[in-house]
């Protein structure tokens, strides 16, 4: 049994009759008054993301988890299928299970998380960034150059990005999959 005091970013707990992911927290010490925990909290089971407040020393159940690499395989009506890198074991995952899901390509490496009592698949994260190749891009405004101008240009895996003015298609680029936003060309 975990407080309050424990929540981190990615800790996954038990509330409300359902497993949610912490994906943002902050930690508030008012002048006047007891302090609490402001959370930001994703069901893994269907997605919905509820904002909730945890006064300090709160019991929280916490669920105890386990990660392991997969290899995102192919995506049908229903989800996706990954194949464990160890054992070649498959596995389906929901679509809501996974943010910024388009941005996965076959053969990308994923890290999913496992509920370790039974090894129900709670949810799964995409590295930190991915390289994409683009396949169109809206023509380019001269004259824009005097601010941070964007175009919207589409990768590889059906996405749609902003990216600078100067991207074409054919170009390669990495993207953020935390917000998809453009980082840098890639040569």
Known sequence: MATSNDIKKG??????????????????????????VR?????????????????????IDEVKVMTRKFQYLYEDDNGFHFMNNEDFSQLYL?????ENSDLMKAGEEVTIILKEADETP??????????LEV??????????????????????????????????????IKVSTEDK???????
């Open 11 to 36: 800790l996954c707990i038990e509330f409300s009759n359902d497993i949610y992911k912490v994906i943002e927290f902050l930690h508030v010490k008012p002048g006047k008054g007891p302090a609490f």
């Open 181 to 187: 936003s453009y980082l840098e060309r890639v040569k």
């Open 135 to 172: 396949t169109e891009a809206d023509p380019g405004v001269k004259g824009n150059t005097a601010t941070n101008a964007l175009k919207n240009a589409t990768v590889e895996t059906g996405a749609r990005i902003m990216v600078p003015l100067f991207i074409e298609p054919g170009d390669k």
């Open 39 to 59: 959370t930001k909290l994703k069901s893994v089971t269907n997605g919905k993301v509820i904002d909730n407040t945890f006064s300090a020393g709160h019991k």
């Open 94 to 98: 929901n679509k809501e299970m996974i």
């Open 122 to 131: 709670l949810s799964a994260e995409l590295p930190q960034s991915v390289y």
